[in-house]
Nanobody, 121 residues
Framework: QLQLVESGGGLVQPGGSLRLSCAAS????????IGWFRQAPGKEREGVSC????????NYADSVKGRFTASRDNAKNTVYLQMNSLKPEDTAVYYC??????????????WGQGTQVTVSS
């Protein structure tokens, strides 16, 4: 069964850190770019990061550059998003998605169900 399952979300204070995980199964994970996206209440979904199939290239949204780091372990079929120096505006549901068709994760084939991240004091 094809699945992308996010975990690691939660409530954190401003300035804190969280690490999200995205575990994949049911498809050839190592051939897919993996994007992280987020959607805050009342806002459109936005791309956060996109990591290449090998993990050698990663792109980030300007709003998270220098604070977030995406990585992957193809042996474990898992992608991670390390989020540091979190701000209240990072509050959103975070999704991972697998993309075989575009270089910047713009055309995902598969989506996870999302995990809530709340940054608040």
């Amino acid at each position: 069964q094809l699945q992308l399952v996010e975990s690691g979300g939660g409530l954190v204070q401003p300035g804190g850190s969280l690490r999200l995980s995205c575990a994949a199964s049911g498809f050839a994970f190592r051939y897919y770019r993996i994007g992280w996206f987020r959607q805050a209440p009342g806002k459109e979904r936005e791309g956060v990061s996109c990591i290449s199939s090998s993990g050698g290239v990663t792109n980030y949204a300007d709003s998270v550059k220098g604070r977030f780091t995406a990585s992957r372990d193809n042996a474990k079929n898992t992608v991670y998003l390390q989020m540091n120096s979190l701000k209240p505006e990072d509050t959103a549901v975070y999704y991972c998605a697998a993309d075989s068709r575009s270089a910047m994760c713009l055309m995902p084939d598969y989506w996870g169900q999302g995990t809530q991240v709340t940054v608040s004091s």
